[in-house]
């Protein structure tokens, strides 16, 4: 089965850059999908096909995916963007997530 | 706006079923072009796919829970829902109901989750 390798934690102070990476088989040959969860609620999609934005969420989100990697970049990171993001893609039918990464605010 | 809501018994007995419930308002299951899904979270855990279905009724669930999932729609009522049979306290988590977009390969619409625990 396809497996999404996230670290589990990046840690970056308020105003700087990022970077969440999500490893996969030829991932780059696949759509990723960016979802971002605050404690207690839903997830929320924040990147979609690689490096599209949902109408409401600020440009500062982006993403790229080549090879075997793909990356959420936040820049311009804010107190409220603490969070877990994960990755998504669908894989023969199947759903398939990381397994996150808690993303700390300094 | 669409809007997903779960419900059912927040506490099941080993060996026994959880079962669970979704309704959907603000948009028609039956419209077609979405995969309405279950996902579920363990306790300070990531995310897990269980399975999903279309309108029609087709299904495709998670291979590592398959032998235990059902999952069923109900188009009249605008529901569907999860059946999880012979639960332990594995089965403990957050169980959320989605919207799947097919084309775009998405989840684009989330319920705000339910807390199932299995105890006795």
């Known amino acids: 089965s396809y497996v999404l390798t996230q670290p589990p934690s990046v840690s970056v102070a308020p105003g700087q850059t990022a970077r969440i990476t999500c490893g996969g088989n030829n991932i780059g040959s696949k759509s990723v999908h960016w979802y971002q969860q605050k404690p207690g609620q839903a997830p929320v999609l924040v990147v979609y096909?690689?490096?599209d934005r949902p109408s409401g969420i600020p440009e500062r989100f982006s993403g790229s995916n080549s090879g075997n990697t793909a990356t959420l970049t936040i820049s311009r990171v804010e107190a409220g963007d603490e969070a877990d993001y994960y990755c998504q893609v669908w894989d023969s039918s199947r759903v398939v997530f990381g397994g996150g990464t808690k993303l700390t605010v300094l | 706006q669409v809007q997903l809501q779960e419900s059912g018994p927040g506490l099941v007995k080993p060996s026994q079923t959880l079962s669970l419930t979704c309704t959907v308002s603000g948009g028609s299951i039956s419209s077609g072009g979405y995969y309405w899904s279950w996902i579920r979270q363990h306790p300070g855990k990531g995310l897990e796919w269980i399975g999903y279905i279309y309108y029609s009724g087709s299904t495709y669930y998670n291979p590592s829970l398959k032998s235990r999932v059902t999952i069923s729609v109900d188009t009249s009522k605008n529901q569907f829902s999860l059946k999880l049979s012979s639960v332990t306290a594995a089965d403990t988590a957050v169980y959320y109901c989605?919207?799947?977009?097919?084309?775009?390969?998405?989840?684009?619409?989330w319920g705000q989750g339910t807390l199932v625990t299995v105890s006795s």
């Open positions: 989605a919207r799947a977009h097919i084309a775009v390969e998405i989840f684009d619409y």
């Open positions: 096909d690689d490096s």
